[in-house]
């Protein structure tokens, strides 16, 4: 599944506590609708890994509330400015999944 986010196409994978943390990288959590046959993803909060996280323990707050995640690929510079804008507008925000469900 691709989701758009502020102007740029994402892919988007299914969160579980077994996926592999890469360090250094924005991770973007999302949350799951489903409406009319088109999944929709309601932004959670994001948080940059540091290159010794190895575990999902640093994004153990989110388990429990998203379904899914993302991970820009960009410059630092830009996923710096990308997490900004997601904070400074994340009342609401929500992203339509670019396949049908």
Do not use: C, W
């Amino acid at each position: 599944m691709m989701v758009e986010i502020l102007g740029k196409i994402q892919y988007v994978y299914e969160l579980n506590n077994s996926i592999d943390i890469v360090g250094g990288r924005l991770y973007v959590f999302l949350k799951q609708h489903v409406r009319e046959g088109k999944a929709y993803y309601e932004y959670l909060g994001s948080m940059f890994s540091t290159l010794e996280d190895n575990t999902t323990a640093f994004m153990s707050a989110f388990l429990t509330i998203s379904t899914h995640y993302a991970l820009p690929a960009a410059p630092q510079a830009e996923l710096v400015e990308l997490k900004q804008a997601l904070d400074k507008n994340d009342r609401g925000l929500e992203f339509e999944g670019k396949a049908l469900v």
